[in-house]
């Protein structure tokens, strides 16, 4: 059974920055496309960014040029590194696995992903 544990997670100053880390239990990055998610209380979660399993990445609009995904094969983890941060940028970040091989990871998209983590908590606020 695939487990992915989201961490890095924190306080930080709005133009600061932050790296979450997302350990996957198995060699995963070999074979799955791994995205990061983020949820607002009373909001729906949305796609941040995905890297695929051949090394393809995209970003949202909104956090282009600020965040960026990377992956560590040797140690099943995926990185988004997060700089400048702003408050909009605060909820709960999910990183998530589309195990089916579909597009729904590159394009960001929620509902396809089949494997999620339990999420960890990113607040900016000064």
């Known amino acids: 059974q695939l487990q992915l544990v989201e961490s890095g997670g924190g306080l930080v100053q709005p133009g600061g920055s932050l790296r979450l880390s997302c350990l996957a239990s198995t060699s995963t990055l070999n074979y799955y496309d791994i995205g990061w998610f983020r949820q607002v209380p009373g909001k729906e979660r949305e796609g941040v960014s995905c890297i695929s399993r051949s090394g393809g990445i995209t970003y949202a609009d909104s956090v282009k040029g600020r965040f960026t995904i990377s992956k560590d094969k040797a140690k099943n983890t995926v990185y988004l590194q997060m700089n400048s941060l702003e408050p909009e940028d605060t909820a709960t970040y999910y990183c998530?696995?589309?195990?089916?091989?579909?597009?729904?990871?590159?394009?960001?998209?929620?509902?396809?992903?089949?494997?999620w983590g339990k999420g960890t908590l990113v607040t900016v606020s000064s």
């Open positions: 998530a696995v589309d195990s089916l091989a579909g597009s729904s990871c590159l394009m960001l998209l929620a509902s396809g992903m089949d494997y």
